[in-house]
């Protein structure tokens, strides 16, 4: 693909909502040898969900590389899918170098859920490309409409039960306001009741799934963008909506607050008459809106140049680390608690004899070692050495 990037499709069933069934074992052999054809000097994995991301985590360490964990999300701590996944987190955190999130609140809510030391956690943002959303100097909208657009999946964590209790309210107040919602999930039969129930077929557009492609296009059409999210890690959403020159209407939730100036956004708490409150507000404000100068802040606050130039001085410092030994790798699992702790260094430990196992079985000699695609240079050409001094115990 392009400068480089490669992706490899992998035999993995998938569970549910994109998540892969957990492998265990199995997907060792296929692992390393991706590892070893690719030279690989750091293993990067994201979101707490992805079993596949935990268990590459773990074959790495054990294989002796370099790991590094990007965090998008907010999880509780008193419902049973948030105690399981912060189990899982805590294990597989205990064992690697470093941990991005993408908030300051996103970085506080893992470090209490993994029991992580703080020092090994940094707060990087997303970041939005600023040359694909740009305000729409040339649209034209007609006289005294004023247009809002949402534009997210359809689910519960969104608020959109309630989305159905704000949009009457407002179209009973503002007769020029229509709503654009882009999207699609198990709530969006919710939308069709309440469209039906109010006689709002004219005012409330339903775009259904929107390609990434169309999105600033349908943002362009709008005014003023709405989030009624419950909880929310950091919203890229509303990112990309200012930097079309959107006003913002938003709950007060997660690591929102960190995202925009007060001069973007109007926060509301997530309930009905709070958030119509904040419509009322932004309605108000629209005059003082400038879309060029919105997209200029948001370009200059959010580079993914930045991000990336962030990101490379974690992975510097991963591979500039001194290499855990079995044993201490061992220690940190163990301390996880103490039934968790015994199954996790049994797992570990397991996973190391089938590791030494496939060395054996398929000796790296054997593996073909892919070309090197980096831009400016020749396929074929001589990479970095890295993986071969950071595997452990091989010379």
Partial sequence: MTNGLKVYYCPVSVMVSNVAWPNFYSFLPLFREILLRERITVVHAHQATSTTGHECLLYARTMGLPCVYTDHSLFGFADLASVCVNKMCKYS?????????????CREN?????????????????????????????????QGT????????????????????????????????RFIIGGDGPKRLLLEEMRERH?????????????????????????????????????????????????????????VPEVLPSRMIA??????ESLVEAVRRAISRLSEVDPAGFHDEVATRYSWHD??????VVYDA????PLTPLLERLRRLFSCGLAQ??????????VFVVWRWTEWAVPREGIEIAPDMTPGRLPGAEGDNGPQRRLAGLP
């Avoid at 534009?151 to 306001?177: F, H, N, Q, T, W």
């Avoid at 926060?267 to 009905?272: K, S, T």
Wanted: with cysteine.
């Fill in 146 to 177: 004023i247009n809002i657009v949402m534009m997210s999946r359809l689910v519960y964590r969104k608020g959109i039960d309630l989305v159905v209790d704000v949009i009457p309210r407002i179209c009973r107040e503002y007769p020029a306001v």
């Fill in 307 to 312: 991000v990336a130039r962030r990101t490379s």
């Fill in 341 to 350: 702790g015994v199954i996790g260094l049994i797992m570990a430990a397991f």
């Fill in 93 to 105: 955190m205990a064992d690697v170098d470093h941990c991005i999130c993408v908030s300051h609140t």
């Fill in 199 to 255: 006689q709002l077929q004219d005012r409330v557009e339903l775009l259904g799934a929107v390609q990434h492609s169309g999105v600033r296009d349908v943002l362009c059409r709008g005014h003023i963008f709405l989030n009624c999210s419950l909880t929310e890690s950091f919203c890229i959403a509303i990112l990309e909506a200012a930097c079309c020159g959107l006003f913002v209407v938003s709950t007060r939730v997660g690591g």
């Fill in 318 to 321: 991963a591979v500039a680390a």
């Fill in 267 to 272: 926060f509301a708490e997530p309930d009905p």
């Fill in 110 to 142: 893992l470090v209490l859920r993994a029991a992580l030391p703080p020092s090994r956690t940094s707060a990087i943002p997303n970041a939005v490309d600023p040359t694909r959303f740009t305000p729409d100097p040339g649209l034209v909208w007609p």
